[in-house]
């Protein structure tokens, strides 16, 4: 029984973490069609500027300067490239691809291709009934879960949440009655770029990074968010205990070198059953309750 609730409590953990990249990836593809495989990178970057800077001024503002950076970052690539891809997804999508490559170069360029270990956030575990509970792992779902909390808040309890998911079900339509499509979706891009960096530097308090984790996480942010539904932020968190879950439990077992593709198969498998994911997705109205 300690060793369920032990895998429990690790599932969270992750859970929480993979919520926060495949819902920046989910909220750009609802409202804009786009498959952005440069959101990995943004977690990555997001993680080294932690990393760099939680030595100098401590994590919380390490943390708070990666998520700066990354806002910046992502309402640049936006302004710059994926705007001017808006009608063809397509392109965005083989844009973001270019930009993995050349963000991914640009982190090894400034911090070497080495693999790093940030100095724990919060050093400790607690035992609980034979179940450890690092203080790391608790502040990842202390401060992944508010946020969680906030921004579905934020989608279906605001006015501005309101317009995205008006949007999100047709973008014409909305601009007709007023909505400012064009504004919503370049910070729609500035949410999805603060949560990445957010779970960059939660997950740097973690594990040891480099350069190359961008593919690591963006395989799991798009399996949450594709068993989910792509474009539906209610899945992501359903999804996001289904990843983690399988995962924490085919690490305890011999089969840990399988993890990639036993998540791959159950995305086959998710889809072959429900096209659009286990929540209506990418072929229905995306961003609805």
Known sequence: MTIVVQQIFNALSLASMYALIALGITLVFGLTGLVNFAQGDLVMLGAMIALWATPKVGF??????????????????????????????????????GLVLVLEGLAIAIWGNLTLQMPAPVPGRFVLGGVIIP???????????????????????TKVGTALRAIAVDSEVAQ????PVTK????????GGVLAALAGALYAGLF???????????????????????????????????VAGVETGVSSTPLTAWIDPIVFGLIVVILLVRPTGLFRGAAGASLQQ
């Open 184 to 191: 919503l979706v370049m910070w729609t891009f500035v949410v």
């Open 135 to 157: 203080q790391e792992n608790l502040l990842t779902m202390a401060v992944a879960i508010p946020v969680l909390a906030i921004v579905f808040a934020f989608l279906y309890y």
């Open 60 to 97: 919380v503002v390490g943390t708070l300067l990666a998520c700066v950076a990354m806002a910046v970052l992502s309402m640049a690539l936006e302004r710059g490239l994926f705007r001017r891809t808006r009608n063809s997804p397509l392109s965005g999508f083989m844009i973001s691809l």
């Open 176 to 179: 007709w009655i007023g909505i």
């Open 208 to 242: 040891p990074i480099n350069a190359y984790i961008d593919s690591d996480l963006v395989i799991r942010g798009f399996a949450v968010a594709i068993i989910g539904g792509l474009g539906n932020p209610a899945g992501v968190l359903v999804a996001a205990l289904i």
